[in-house]
Each structure stands twice: as structure tokens, then as C-alpha cells.
């Protein structure tokens, strides 16, 4: 996951920040907290140091809080924008590449390369999960579609009740 976190805070956030020469992206992309955030964490991890008691305690409480927080705030938004556009063709095309498409090429890939079963099963799950609930709140930060972007997480989200256990269940059927 380390990886994904780096390129989504790196590469992804590029996209919206609206500098437009090379230096001024690089700035904000190195400077950005939640790089920031990653590299502290990676230095920690590496390097065995613990953070005190307190100052851990109270990072672990905020990320508690950070999934009830953006489940409210997309109930907002879905209750201003409804549920018509939740199965619109959009979110139902983007919910198909990323519950299924995309599942389906990393166990493609895995197979054809020989990966070891438990790492091309958990590689597929983690290709198989919804759109991340930041989705939509980078949406209303970064002023894009935020009805859009809660819809696809909401039916990527639903959708992954009923195809993450068919994937466990194929899984299951291909390497026994």
C-alpha cells in the first residue's frame, strides 16, 4: 500500500493542483502533509522508532475518526444530489473495471508469471476493493464532481459486497 499511498499524493494530487510549471508541482507535491505524513511514517517504520505514548495515542483517535467522518459527509452529499445518478453508465462502467477489469488482469498477470498463490490472492482482493472513500472528499477539495465521485465510491463500495466474495470463491476454485 505504500506505493499506491506515494503515487496517489504525488502523481494524483499533481493533476489538480493547477501549478503549471515543473518546479512549483515538484514544491507542492514534496510539501504536501500527506507526503509528508508517508515519508515520517517510512523513517519510523525503517528506523524501529517508537513515538510517544501520548502523541501515538492521539494519531491513532484521529484516524478513528477519519472513516465515520467521510461516511457523513457522503450521506451530504447524497442527500443533496439522490440516488439517481448511483447506477448511472458511468459508475456502472467504472465500477466494472474496477471490480472486475482490473482483478482480472492482476490474476492474469500473477498466473502467467507463476506468483506464489497467497500473494496473487491477496494482490487480486486489493484490486478488487471499492473506490477509496477520499474519493470524493479530494472531489469537493480540488472542486470536481463530488456527486460524481461519491456515487462511485457508494456503488463501488455495494458492488464489492456481492463480487469480493465471488472473487474468494474463484480464487478458491483456480488454486484449490
Same mark, same amino acid.
Given at each position: 500500500?505504500?506505493?499506491?499511498r506515494?503515487?496517489?499524493w504525488?502523481?494524483?494530487i499533481?493533476?489538480?493542483?493547477?501549478?503549471?510549471d515543473?518546479k512549483?508541482k515538484?514544491?507542492?507535491i514534496?510539501t504536501?502533509p500527506?507526503i509528508?505524513?508517508?515519508?515520517?511514517g517510512?523513517?519510523?517504520m525503517?528506523s524501529?522508532?517508537?513515538m510517544p505514548?501520548a502523541l501515538?495515542?492521539?494519531m491513532s483517535?484521529?484516524?478513528?475518526c477519519?472513516?465515520?467522518?467521510?461516511m457523513i459527509?457522503?450521506?451530504?452529499?447524497?442527500?443533496e444530489?439522490g440516488?439517481?445518478?448511483?447506477?448511472s453508465?458511468?459508475?456502472?462502467a467504472f465500477?466494472?473495471?474496477r471490480?472486475?477489469?482490473i482483478?482480472?488482469v492482476?490474476?492474469?498477470?500473477? #498466473?502467467l508469471?507463476? @506468483?506464489d498463490?497467497?500473494?496473487t490472492?491477496?494482490?487480486? =482482493? %486489493?484490486?478488487?476493493?471499492? &473506490?477509496?472513500?477520499?474519493?470524493s472528499?479530494l472531489?469537493?477539495q480540488?472542486n470536481?464532481?463530488?456527486a460524481? #465521485?461519491?456515487n462511485? @465510491?457508494?456503488?463501488?463500495?455495494?458492488g464489492?459486497?456481492? =463480487? %469480493?466474495?465471488a472473487?474468494? &470463491?474463484l480464487?478458491q476454485?483456480?488454486?484449490?
Amino acid at each position: 500500500m505504500i506505493p499506491l499511498r506515494i503515487v496517489m499524493w504525488t502523481a494524483g494530487i499533481s493533476y489538480f493542483e493547477g501549478q503549471t510549471d515543473f518546479k512549483s508541482k515538484i514544491k507542492k507535491i514534496v510539501t504536501h502533509p500527506c507526503i509528508v505524513s508517508v515519508f515520517i511514517g517510512l523513517i519510523l517504520m525503517l528506523s524501529g522508532i517508537q513515538m510517544p505514548s501520548a502523541l501515538s495515542q492521539t494519531m491513532s483517535a484521529l484516524g478513528r475518526c477519519s472513516t465515520p467522518l467521510i461516511m457523513i459527509f457522503l450521506g451530504m452529499v447524497l442527500s443533496e444530489a439522490g440516488f439517481k445518478g448511483i447506477l448511472s453508465r458511468e459508475t456502472l462502467a467504472f465500477s466494472f473495471l474496477r471490480l472486475i477489469a482490473i482483478p482480472a488482469v492482476v490474476l492474469l498477470f500473477c #498466473a502467467l508469471f507463476h @506468483v506464489d498463490s497467497f500473494i496473487t490472492g491477496l494482490s487480486v =482482493l %486489493l484490486a478488487a476493493m471499492p &473506490a477509496g472513500s477520499t474519493t470524493s472528499v479530494l472531489a469537493e477539495q480540488y472542486n470536481t464532481d463530488v456527486a460524481f #465521485a461519491s456515487n462511485i @465510491v457508494i456503488c463501488t463500495t455495494i458492488g464489492s459486497i456481492l =463480487l %469480493l466474495p465471488a472473487w474468494v &470463491a474463484l480464487f478458491q476454485l483456480i488454486f484449490g
